[in-house]
């Protein structure tokens, strides 16, 4: 196993929810800023939301904004994406990424995880 894994994709209709998880190894979670990806096949990997290390600030996809929140538990070294009033545009494999440098935004992630799917249905 990589130091992040994440788990909780799965398959729902559209108006449902689902909620992702990715545990990170200790080292790797404590000072690190965290993120949420995903990608379609054929498409360009997509920035969904990122954390920073105490979880005050966070950041969305203009395209997620209202539907989506991530947070983090601190103390069980992991993270959370609650996914709500899912759309099939949302459809995509999900990534839970961690850097240990720059701010809450999509960009110099340094560690992946394998990624989990999410598939929503009309």
């Known amino acids: 196993q990589g130091p992040l894994v994440e788990s909780g994709g799965g398959a729902v209709q559209a108006g449902g929810s689902l909620r992702l998880s990715c545990a990170a190894s200790?080292?790797?979670?404590?000072?690190?800023?965290l993120a949420w990806f995903r990608q379609v096949p054929g498409k360009e990997r997509e920035f969904v939301a990122a954390i920073s290390r105490s979880g005050v600030s966070v950041t969305y996809a203009d395209s997620v904004k209202g539907r989506c929140t991530i947070s983090r538990d601190n103390a069980n070294n992991t993270l959370y994406l609650q996914m709500n009033n899912l759309k099939p545009e949302d459809t995509a494999v999900y990534y839970c990424a961690a850097k240990f440098r720059g701010g809450v935004d999509p960009y110099g992630y340094d560690y992946w995880g394998q990624g989990t799917q999410v598939t929503v249905s009309s």
């Open positions: 200790a080292c790797t979670f404590s000072s690190s800023t």
